[in-house]
């Protein structure tokens, strides 16, 4: 039997189409880690919330393999974010006020928790079709399975943005250039060093001749110039648990196993650079959370620029495509006789935990959508707002990481494999995200929120898309939900100085 035969993005529904309609106060579409938290907080408010969730699991990244919560300053983070970080703690039995490190599926086992609390329904493999819009406004999601949700408003909490684009809000995809904004890191990047190649790797088939064409991962196309605009989204990975306990599952060979693909790593590491499995960051029981690390690893650089307006037969090829590069990539560490003795048993030592993702084989069901669609509101969080440059006069959250992007391509230049696009420099201290920048622009869309893909610059999107970040916009989203089914008013139309009293009520965090 094929351990992964349940792992998929999507697959095409052939059951008996459903004709009911749900209504609700709240329809959150997305079971993210925002998703559940502003479908939470909107039940808490006295909401009718449900969740209408494309994916089989709750949590997003949160309990898809992203253990090692990556947060650039834990005091920043407030509400309901805080309140699920102390409860690892307590599972944990710890002593300090909160948990940053934790086992995948006791992050989902909480998010069920929340969502069986507060009575909110969830409807799993629900697919968006169509969004039905009047007026101005939603009026009914319609998905594959035939199902339809109309409520009076919606949250967009998946990673993608696919309610925000179905409903014509406008959008971005790529980096801009830096002119747009005045930014610095934005756009074309060479020059940072880190996951960046450490020796001179030959991009060739046959080295040194380069008219042999180029081995796999690598483009044919221009090197472009620093801030220069394009389409491209920083690379996408599995976050992978790993563990060493003697009953630990074995890298299996992938069911499309290419060992071509790693003819680049296998040079990298006879150059003398062996850091594929670098970032191996521990978690409880023995676990660990396997990211990127170096030039040449997890990351599939330059596979992921389909995907954000991919439909789902394009995304589902991607996301099997990073399956099989990242297992081929840890098969090919421990097997492929191109690898030292010494670094196949050392990536030997390691396998999947039996204990974890077990519909799955052991590996999560959650691909790493660093970033795809962004909004364009009428206020765009930028570098000058990490920076601290300019101020939100409407602060809904505070974001705090470095202002990040992975590669996003690999290319040649004067012979050698050079990676781009990679930024890493943090912000001087925390700073605001402004209630606008969750909201469509005045007159798109009137009871549409949208607390992760928001409108932000590509490398401003770098430094808010964290996972406690999220939960926090999708808290203080459903509060401002809430508010505009108060007043009856559009979401653009609410209040922010009562918005802002209920938020600190809540325990968010506005100002640092």
Wanted: aromatic share 10%.
């Amino acid at each position: 039997m094929n351990p992964f035969a349940n792992l998929f993005y999507h697959r095409p529904f052939t059951g008996e189409r459903q004709s009911r309609t749900v209504r609700a106060d709240l329809c959150v579409y997305g079971g993210t880690s925002a998703g559940v938290a502003a479908a939470v907080q909107a039940a808490k408010s006295g909401l009718r919330a449900v969740i209408a969730n494309p994916g089989t699991h709750l949590g997003g990244m949160t309990s898809g393999g992203l253990g090692a919560t990556d947060i650039g300053n834990k005091a920043a983070i407030g509400g309901l974010s805080r309140q699920f970080y102390q409860h690892m703690l307590e599972y944990y039995a710890g002593r300090n006020q909160a948990q940053w490190t934790f086992e995948p599926h006791v992050a989902e086992s909480l998010f069920t928790q929340w969502t069986e609390t507060w009575k909110v329904q969830v409807f799993p493999e629900s697919f968006l079709s169509k969004a039905e819009t009047s007026g101005g406004k939603i009026t009914r999601l319609v998905m594959e399975n035939g199902l339809r949700f109309e409520a009076p408003v919606f949250i967009d909490a998946t990673y993608e943005g696919d309610l925000m684009a179905a409903a014509g809000v406008s959008y971005r995809v790529g980096r801009e250039a830096n002119s747009l904004y005045r930014e610095t890191l934005d756009g074309v990047y060479f020059g940072h060093p880190d996951h960046s190649f450490e020796t001179w790797v030959d991009p060739f088939r046959v080295e040194g001749k380069p008219d042999s064409g180029l081995v796999w991962g690598v483009s044919e196309e221009e090197p472009g110039f620093q801030g220069q605009g394009d389409g491209r989204v920083q690379a996408y990975n599995f976050r992978i648990c790993l563990s060493k306990d003697p009953d630990r599952l074995p890298f299996p060979e992938p069911p499309a196993y290419d060992p071509g693909k790693y003819e680049l790593l296998a040079r990298y590491i006879r150059s003398g650079v062996w850091d594929a499995m670098g970032l191996n960051t521990p978690l409880p029981n023995g676990k660990t959370d396997l990211n990127n690390h170096g030039a040449v690893s997890t990351d599939m650089i330059g596979f992921s620029r389909g995907w954000p307006d991919g439909d789902y037969e394009t995304r589902e090829r991607i996301f099997q495509e990073h399956f099989n590069y990242d297992l081929g990539m840890l098969y090919f560490l421990a097997n492929d006789r191109r690898v030292p003795e010494e670094i196949r048993a050392q990536a030997g030592g390691w396998g999947l935990p039996r204990d974890e993702f077990t519909r799955t084989g052991g590996w999560p069901h959650q691909l790493y959508i660093r970033e795809a669609r962004r909004m364009v509101s009428d206020y765009v969080v930028t570098e000058s707002d990490c920076r601290h440059l300019r101020a939100a006069k409407d602060p809904v959250a505070l974001a705090a990481y470095t202002m990040d992007s992975h590669h996003c391509r690999r290319v040649v230049l004067d012979g050698r494999c050079v990676n781009e696009g990679n930024v890493e420099v943090r912000p001087t201290s925390p700073y605001g995200i402004s209630y606008r920048s969750i909201v469509p622009a005045r007159g798109e869309c009137g009871n549409l929120l949208v607390p992760v893909c928001l409108s932000a610059s590509h490398i401003a999107y770098g430094s808010i898309r964290m996972e406690p970040v999220f939960m926090v916009l999708g808290q203080s989203a459903a509060t401002a939900a809430a508010l505009a089914l108060e007043g009856g008013c559009a979401v653009q139309d609410v209040d922010y100085g009562l918005l802002r009293k209920k938020l600190l009520a809540d325990g968010q965090i506005l100002e640092w």
